[in-house]
């Protein structure tokens, strides 16, 4: 089709001096992609840099210190050894979040799949997507009035077993965990169902025609062939979650002291944007290191 | 190697019926083949029998067992679709073992299990590589080997051959034939392509509108239509209407045309088939059906030479001759035509 109109130009071209000939491709290619990556460059690059720069320095370039070049955020880790501890429940609290939404986006994701009844399809899209028309704020909020202390899931237990202590998860990693999971569910919904739409019905049916139970069908086929979805969506969700800072804050309390809520607090309470950056940059970097290995792994085992 | 039965079975969707009441069995090691046009019901029954669709009412027998409430993966049967439907992340070999490592063979055994199989189809030494590398003819010799491997009660095909082009379809029907005579497996095959079904099958059944219309061995089924569906659908023919008198038929033009088949009573409406091939241009050849015609079309396909003719109340024929003399009629050419009264056969409408 494309083909077709470029040699019609073409043709056109060379009968009807008039009509200028066609751009070379690079001409085009350059064109188009540079609305993109222009508006990549001002509005992500740029700011980068600058926060890049800002961590090597002594102190927030704004205020009356002297500001000179330093490695010392850097060494924060090393000073502030309980820094390593938040860390590693920031990176727990991503795994946790990201783990359950791969099990229940899947699954959610194989019903969407096998939903072909009507609109019982659109229906389900549209309520997996209601959380990210949502305002989050509002979205986690909501989560305290069900998780708090004589809050809507007590009142419901309290109606079946009046005698029944508080069951209240607020402010603990659970709350933490279950707000980001909400949140960030219909990434890997959507990712896996993009992924196992593409699954030809014949080859479920030839499973099963060989034996295969769901089961077996789930292990064997659905999860193997979708995993280029699977991992997206983790991708997706792992990075933001490991730095988000408003559902451990509100959800978590005390406990809900991560990489996330550190960083905001260096720019927000503590005015020391050079430590908070320095602090993102290393988040930045055992991220990339994170996939860096995963990545490796799972060459490694298709290649094998 | 086992039969399958079918009792009365019928399934509709909503107000569509799509199978109404059919009871068929499908003998030990015969290739059977159901044969309609799309909306005939015929890969509904096939999906039944395999156990993808439950059935309204009847029973679906595998041998001696009553499969109508066993799940698909409980049955036992091979199956191969038009999309191949390999499983596209594993080794050739993986697909192949898949269906045994559901039956707990696994390791050597299964090894050597796969290497037969995919010598039957020859394709040995193919086993480590994946789908993607194999073009679509070895893909679906793949996925017979993997339908075979596990040793199926009944061995069902929804129109693999369809997806490729001709010249492999026919060697692949070669093969198809060859594997089946081998392992002797049951086999019902569906298709809408008649050539296909006549040149693979022991027996045909023609559907139509959610019945089988008429099943039998394909020269049967060819030779001796039951229905005028079933004379239309499976080759051409040329139909004649008229009314039954003293033991033949009169045309509303007057003719009267002779046949061997069965006749109804004196005055009785009755519809006649003749194939276009079993009618000669000869002008005496002592054949006691005749009825002259104007050539309109001329269709000239090598060996064989079409004729499109009308009589002169209108009534369209086709006509085959061998090309034989090397003489090709012209259009416009008014010709008579002869044919035997055993090739007269009265279909049901």
């Given at each position: 089709m494309q083909n077709d109109q470029l040699a019609l130009a073409q043709t056109r071209g060379s009968v009807d001096p008039r009509v200028k000939r066609p751009l070379p491709a690079w001409v085009s290619t350059t064109a188009l992609l540079l609305p993109t990556y222009g508006w990549l460059t001002i509005a992500i690059f740029l700011p980068l840099l600058t926060m890049l720069a800002f961590s090597f320095m002594s102190a927030t370039p704004m205020g009356k210190t002297p500001v000179e070049f330093t490695l010392k955020q850097y060494r924060a880790f090393i000073d502030q050894p309980y820094l390593l501890r938040i860390g590693f429940n920031s990176l727990m609290m991503g795994f946790w979040t990201t783990l359950f939404c791969a099990i229940l986006g899947f699954l959610a994701a194989v019903a969407l799949v096998r939903a072909t009844v009507g609109k019982t399809r659109e229906t389900l899209l549209v309520l997996i997507l209601l959380p990210f028309w949502t305002n989050g704020l509002v979205r986690v909020f909501s989560w305290t009035m069900v998780l708090r202390e004589n809050g809507f899931l007590d009142n419901i237990l309290h109606m079946v077993a009046p005698d029944a202590g508080s069951i209240s998860i607020l402010y603990t990693r659970y709350a933490v965990v279950l707000g980001l999971v909400h949140g960030y569910l219909p990434y890997m919904i959507l990712t896996c169902y993009i992924a196992l739409v593409t699954i030809d019905d014949a080859i479920i049916e030839a499973a099963a025609s060989l034996g295969a139970r769901w089961w077996t069908i789930l292990y064997k086929i659905l999860i193997p062939m979708a995993a280029p979805g699977l991992i997206s969506g983790a991708v997706l969700i792992f990075i933001p979650v490991i730095g988000s800072f408003m559902e451990p804050r509100i959800l978590g309390g005390r406990v809900g002291v991560t990489m996330g809520t550190v960083i905001e607090d260096q720019f927000t309470q503590a005015f020391n944007w050079p430590l908070g950056a320095s602090l993102s940059f290393t988040l930045l970097a055992v991220v990339l290191a994170i996939f860096a290995t995963f990545s490796g792994v799972l060459r490694g085992r298709t290649a094998g | 190697m086992t039969n399958v039965k079918v009792k009365s079975v019928a399934k509709t969707y909503g107000p569509i019926?799509?199978?109404?009441?059919?009871?068929?069995?499908?003998?030990?090691?015969?290739?059977?083949?159901?044969?309609?046009?799309?909306?005939?019901?015929?890969?509904?029954?096939?999906?039944?029998?395999?156990?993808?669709?439950?059935?309204?009412?009847?029973?679906?027998?595998?041998?001696?067992?009553?499969?109508?409430?066993?799940?698909?993966?409980?049955?036992?049967i091979g199956m191969m679709f038009q999309s191949y439907a390999l499983f596209p992340h594993m080794t050739i070999a993986q697909n192949v073992a898949f269906g045994l490592e559901r039956r707990g063979i696994k390791g050597e055994a299964a090894r050597k299990e796969v290497d037969r199989a995919l010598e039957m189809v020859r394709l040995s030494g193919f086993g480590d590589r994946t789908p993607k590398q194999l073009s679509g003819g070895q893909q679906q010799r793949v996925a017979l080997a993997r339908a075979i491997v596990i040793k199926p009660s009944v061995l069902l095909l929804d129109e693999p051959l369809s997806a490729l082009d001709r010249r492999l379809r026919q060697e692949m029907q070669v093969e198809l034939l060859r594997i089946q005579r081998e392992s002797g497996l049951t086999t019902i095959f569906v298709t809408h392509d008649q050539e296909e079904a006549l040149t693979l099958s022991d027996k045909v059944a023609i559907l139509d509108r959610g019945r089988i219309v008429q099943i039998g061995e394909p020269e049967t089924v060819y030779e001796r239509p039951l229905t005028r569906f079933a004379a239309e659908f499976l080759g051409d023919s040329n139909f004649l209407s008229g009314k039954v008198e003293n033991g033949a038929v009169r045309l509303s033009n007057g003719t009267v045309v002779r046949s061997d088949s069965a006749l109804p009573g004196n005055g009785a409406d009755v519809t006649l088939a003749i194939r276009p091939e079993k009618m000669s241009l000869a002008t005496a050849d002592g054949q006691p059906n005749r009825l002259s015609a104007r050539i309109t079309t001329v269709i000239y396909a090598g060996p064989v030479l079409s004729y499109i003719l009308e009589t002169p109340d209108g009534l369209p024929l086709k006509l085959f001759a061998q090309n034989r003399d090397g003489r090709v009629l012209r259009e416009g050419e008014t010709v008579s035509l002869s044919w035997s009264p055993e090739h007269t056969i009265a279909v049901a409408n």
């Open positions: - | 019926s799509v199978l109404t009441d059919i009871s068929t069995e499908f003998p030990e090691g015969s290739f059977t083949s159901l044969l309609g046009p799309s909306g005939s019901g015929k890969t509904t029954l096939l999906r039944i029998i395999a156990g993808f669709i439950k059935p309204d009412e009847g029973v679906i027998m595998i041998g001696n067992n009553d499969v109508t409430n066993v799940p698909v993966w409980g049955r036992n």
